[in-house]
């Protein structure tokens, strides 16, 4: 799954560009991908040289970890800012919800069809909270 978001307020000034990159791959529960570090650290070198200010790249974070990361970028950002923000990994779609899973994405198999959404809640990033 990639997925880009981008937002921007188009005056006059100088606005700041930013990035956060992520790319999970070496998942613990579900099957590991190959690419999506490779593609973050891609991405990140392209949009440097674009002179977007990238955050470190962010790489097999856990659900901790990654929400962390997404509240301090989120609080980084200004309202004249160019943002950009994309996820190489898996990701899940539920009941009209998308989510991003972290590395330590338990086994979703055992949850039968009502518990799922309760379980994406607990141990996902669902992606309409950042739209």
């Avoid at 779609?93 to 959404?117: I, S």
Wanted: proline letters at 2%; aromatic letters at 10%; charged letters at 25%.
């Amino acid at each position: 799954l990639g997925l880009f978001l981008m937002a921007a307020k188009f005056t006059s000034e100088s606005r700041r560009k930013l990035a956060l990159v992520i790319g999970i791959g070496d998942y613990e529960n579900v099957r590991k991908l190959k690419n999506p570090q490779n593609d973050a650290k891609a991405l990140s070198s392209l949009l440097q040289r674009i002179r977007f200010t990238t955050a470190d790249q962010q790489s097999d974070k856990t659900l901790s970890q990654l929400k962390h990361v997404l509240v301090d970028f989120e609080e980084s950002v200004q309202s004249n800012d160019i943002v950009l923000f994309y996820f190489a990994g898996h990701g899940v779609q539920w009941e009209d919800q998308n989510y991003l899973l972290p590395k330590d994405f338990p086994d979703m198999d055992a949850a039968d069809a009502k518990e799922k959404a309760e379980f994406l809640k607990k141990n996902a990033i669902n992606c309409t909270r950042y739209s």
